[in-house]
Structure formats: C-alpha cells, structure tokens
C-alpha cells in the first residue's frame, strides 16, 4: 500500500472538494472556488500533494506550502538533488522541460521511497 509521510511538513489543507478521484501522493491543482482536481499537466501550478485516497466530491486532506515528505508513490528513476515535477498521471516525476513548473526536489531515495522537499 502507499504511504506519504510528513517528516517535516508545513501546512495541511482540508476543506472544498475535489473533481474526480485522487489518490495519496497524487498533485492538486485549484479548478474552482474551494475545488481542487488532479493536476496531470506539468505546464500547470499545483496545489499541493494528497494525504491520502479520496473519491470525487469528497473534501480532499491537502498537504501545501513547502515540507519535507517521504513517499513511494512517484514515477521514473529519480536520483538526489533532481528537481521534481507533475507526471501525467499527477505523482512526482523528474526531466522538467521548458515551460514545465517545479513543484519538488529530491532529498534522497532508499529502497523505494522517495524523500523530497515540496515547494507548492
């Protein structure tokens, strides 16, 4: 199972709604007033990252403004020190391109779990 841990966090927001399901460790962007989708466009700002697994029209726990998280929902081969963006699927993924907006850094990675800095 998935987990996301909060090693140094900052703020957690839970209030709105989100549009469609998510899952824990996907990226959140804001679509309406208090309505928050999964962000799979990394040309778009993010939220923040969820808690946990929520079904649409649920009011989703959101982590946001900055900490430090370790997870192993993420996508690709990510090394320490990469800087992070949102992969098509919304989990956190490296090779940020032109255009493309920065919402981690990696801290480390260990048998599978990521440790990284979240900046939105």
Avoid at 39 to 48: A, E, L, V, W
Avoid at 87 to 109: F, H, K, P, W
């Amino acid at each position: 199972m998935s987990f996301i841990n909060p090693c140094h966090r900052s703020l957690a927001y839970g209030d709105g709604h989100i549009q469609g399901d998510g899952q824990l460790g996907q990226m959140v962007r804001v679509v309406g007033n208090d309505l928050f989708a999964v962000n799979t466009d990394p040309t778009k700002r993010s939220f923040g990252i969820l808690i946990k697994d929520y079904a649409g029209g649920e009011m989703p726990g959101i982590y946001c403004d900055g900490g430090v998280y370790e997870t192993d929902a993420f996508e690709g081969t990510i090394a320490a020190g990469d800087d992070l963006k949102v992969s098509a699927n919304g989990r956190l993924t490296n090779g940020i391109a032109a255009g493309e907006r920065l919402v981690a850094q990696a801290i480390s990675v260990q048998s599978g779990v990521l440790k990284f800095r979240l900046f939105v």
